[in-house]
């Protein structure tokens, strides 16, 4: 006998294990495919052997592409008012999954016998044809947090298994995909970089299905029959956003954090190559960032009702800054101990940015909501996309940026692994500056510009529940 599904007094299946679960795997199914993202620039200039300042020009290029594609996507998705059977936000996920099955082995093709301009063709034309599929599955993704339940310490379990979908995924990739692309030089083995993409795309298809089946959208925010569909003004929606302090004070803790992870990201691979010596472990070193997350995650919505997201987020930026200052001082050599002072630095930062990443997406759902209490309208699909546009911006500056630097200090892509030693000795200097960089701006993001304080919040929601009861 089938067992009777628990419902709500709203007639909707009880919240519970399944809702986060199901939440997480959407994230677990983006970052198969957003893994590999990471290694383009060493396989596109070390293995297909574009030169290192096009190659900065060109991430620059596709990425504010990516930028201006996010919200006009979003904008799409708020405008579609078509009737679907269970929920627009899950129909385009379910187009973008099945796309970035193949889309992002695109950005991959192992050609390096190719003309130089062709190779800048293929690139460009595999990234963008990636970022479309990934866009039309991430930003309705993003949006429908703040659908599955208005409760603001359920979004910001739904935030932390967000993230914990995320972590897994990099657990998974971080760790095993260093040990299988770099050879026992440290020079990466470009031609294995195709077929990885490819598994990775057909896993994470079948973890956005699992989501897609399994999602229960509690929120009801869809213009009935009989009701006057609001006309759509993009250009209003924009203002809307940036007159959202909200939303601009979570957006820009995204962008710092992004800025400092993509800049660092050349530096750091160029720093185990040619310091460390030892390419194969940097995922495993990696992976000590999700450390914190792994540790707030079980408590985080007693930590959310008892301090609150911003508190929370400034005081943990107070100890990342401390972190990347030690990174600086302390003797990090290339040997064995210096590894460890690196790891130790590392973990200090992981558990200052824990408390940030389990709930910096609920963050902007409860902006979404600002939205709809200071100007009686909601843009879930708008909020979210600019959100991911300027996130995709520091994303395209962020790994620009780090690769002009590290091209200043003496990187030469065409060496490889094999950088002299005070190349190798700028990138150990290097890495802690973009992160500290990243730090400063979060801890300035978080505690002046974000201004949902733990009281703020809970009047927000009394009055919308106030609000929507009067109809």
Known sequence: MA?????????????????????AAGDFGCNMSFALKGYLTLFWTQFMGIDQMVMAGLLLLVQVWDAINDPLIGAMVDADKHKYKRNKFLAYINVGGIGLTVAGALCFLPFPQMNGIVKMILFVAGYIIWDAFYTVANVPYGSMLSLITDDPAQRGELSSFRSAGSMVAGVLTGILVPMLVYDASNNLMGDRMFWFALILGGIGLCFFQFMIRTTEIRVDTEVRAGEDIPKFNVLVALKNFFRNRAAVGATLAAVATFIGMYGAQT??????????????????VGMMSYLGMFLFMPFIKPLVNKVGKKEGCAVGCVVTCAAYILMFVLPITPDGAGLMWFVVCQ????????????????????????????????????????????RKLAQGVGPSLGLVLATWVGYDAALKANQPAAVALNMRYLTPAMYLFAAVLSLVSYGIIYNLDRKTLNQMKADLEERHAKG
């Open 347 to 390: 973990i200090i930062a992981a558990v200052g940015n824990g408390f940030g990443t389990c709930v910096g997406y609920a963050m902007m759902a409860d902006a979404m909501d600002y939205e709809e209490w200071k100007f009686g309208e909601r843009n879930e699909g708008t909020t979210y996309a600019m959100h991911s546009f300027f």
């Open 267 to 284: 530096a750091t691979q160029v720093l185990f190559q040619s310091y460390f010596k030892n390419a194969q472990i940097s995922g495993l």
């Open 3 to 23: 067992k009777e599904k628990v419902l709500d007094a709203t007639g909707h299946r009880k919240y519970g294990w399944l809702d986060k679960f199901s939440y």
